[in-house]
């Protein structure tokens, strides 16, 4: 029974989830197995359930803000806030962003 739970399409979604900032709890929950199982399971196939990147502290008005233009937007909080930075640095808005002047 167990085994089903990791068809081809499961196993796909398994970096995007991460990628978006899931947890293995998170992921497990989702696709309906254990955190053990999924482990377990990724180990043996080589997929990697940890998430690169830096951890960000706000505060909490500022983090409900980045929630509700998530949500606007239809993305998920860490593809959202993810898009941003990038955008920032791809464009190099560092100063008109901060407004540091």
């Known amino acids: 029974m167990g085994r089903r ?3 081809p399409t ?3 979604q398994i970096p995007k989830l ?3 900032g899931k947890s293995a709890s998170e992921i497990a929950g989702q696709i309906g197995c254990s955190v053990d199982s999924l ?5 043996q196939l080589g997929v990697t359930l ?3 990147g830096l951890t960000v502290r706000l505060t909490q008005s500022t983090l409900d803000g980045l929630r509700r233009q998530a949500r606007a937007e239809d993305m998920s909080e860490t593809a959202f806030a993810s898009a941003l930075l990038e955008a920032i640095a791809r464009d190099d ?3 008109a962003v901060l407004d540091l002047d």
């Not at 482990?39 to 180990?43: K, Y």
Request: proline share 0%.
């Open 50 to 52: 940890r998430r690169n």
């Open 10 to 12: 499961v196993l796909e």
């Open 39 to 43: 482990r377990v399971r990724c180990s």
């Open 93 to 95: 808005l560092y100063k």
């Open 18 to 20: 991460v990628s978006d």
């Open 5 to 7: 739970k990791f068809t």
